[in-house]
C-alpha cells in the first residue's frame, strides 16, 4: 500500500506558474502509474496528467504544453509543473497512485487562479 500527501497548492494570477508536488510513502512506488487529477466545483474529477513506471506521459489536452508531470523514484515523488495558469485550472488536485486491483488517493491541493 501506498499513501500520498499532495502540497504547492495556493493563489496564482493568470499566466503565473505553480509546482506541486506528492510524496509516496509505503514500498514499491517505481511500480505505480502516478497521475494527477483534479476536480473543480461541480464538476466531476479528471485526469490532468499520468506518468507510468517507464516514464511515459499522457495529458489532457486541456494542459498540453502548459503542464509537466514527472517522478523521482529515488525520492518517492510525483511533481507537476503548471505554467501559463488559467481560470479554467482552478479546481482541488489529487495525486494518484495506480497499478492492478489497486488504487490510493491523496486528499488534495487546492489550485486557484484568480486576478
Known amino acids: 500500500q501506498v499513501q500520498l500527501v499532495e502540497s504547492g497548492g495556493g493563489l496564482v494570477q493568470p499566466g503565473g506558474s505553480l509546482r506541486l508536488s506528492c510524496v509516496a510513502s509505503?514500498?514499491?512506488?517505481?511500480?505505480?502509474?502516478m497521475g494527477w487529477y483534479r476536480q473543480a466545483p461541480g464538476k466531476q474529477r479528471e485526469l490532468v496528467a499520468s506518468?507510468?513506471?517507464?516514464?511515459?506521459?499522457n495529458y489532457a489536452d486541456s494542459v498540453k504544453g502548459r503542464f509537466t508531470i514527472s517522478r523521482d523514484n529515488a525520492k518517492n515523488t510525483v511533481s507537476l509543473q503548471m505554467n501559463s495558469l488559467k481560470p479554467e485550472d482552478t479546481a482541488v488536485y489529487y495525486c494518484n497512485a495506480d497499478r492492478p486491483a489497486y488504487s490510493s488517493w491523496g486528499k488534495g491541493t487546492l489550485v486557484t487562479v484568480s486576478s
Open positions: 506518468i507510468t513506471t517507464w516514464n511515459s506521459t
Open positions: 509505503g514500498r514499491a512506488f517505481s511500480l505505480y502509474t
